[in-house]
């Protein structure tokens, strides 16, 4: 019924940028919270930055000042634009979304496939 894809991942060098995307699509009546995670390997997926339907944001101490989410709602689509990449920041990056679905009226968080982001030299 409902979709999140990701795109925008990619092999970047420290110190550079890269902007990710993830579009739901579906029987979709309303977003609420999208939320960007991501996976390095061995260790426990963790909550990278969070956006509410109007805008407020929040994002892990680890990635403020560097990263910045958005959403476009006409598009059904949040964007996580990084800069100054580390090496730390290798992982797969996730999307999920808090959606209210059209045909069901069921409300459930939804999951994209990931997007690989390495940071190396």
């Known amino acids: 019924q409902v979709q999140l894809v990701e795109s925008g991942g990619g092999l970047v060098q420290p110190g550079g940028s890269l902007r990710l995307s993830c579009a739901a699509s579906?029987?979709?009546?309303?977003?609420?919270?999208m939320n960007w995670y991501r996976q390095a390997p061995g260790k426990q997926r963790e909550l990278v930055a969070a956006i509410t339907s109007g805008g407020s944001t929040n994002y892990a101490d680890s990635v403020k000042g560097r990263f910045t989410i958005s959403r476009d709602n006409a598009k059904n689509t949040v964007y996580l634009q990084m800069n100054s990449l580390k090496p730390e920041d290798t992982a797969v990056y996730y999307c999920?979304?808090?959606?209210?679905?059209?045909?069901?009226?069921?409300?459930?968080?939804?999951w994209g496939q990931g997007t690989q982001v390495t940071v190396s030299s």
């Open positions: 579906g029987s979709i009546l309303s977003i609420y919270a």
């Open positions: 999920n979304a808090d959606i209210l679905i059209l045909l069901t009226m069921r409300r459930g968080t939804y």
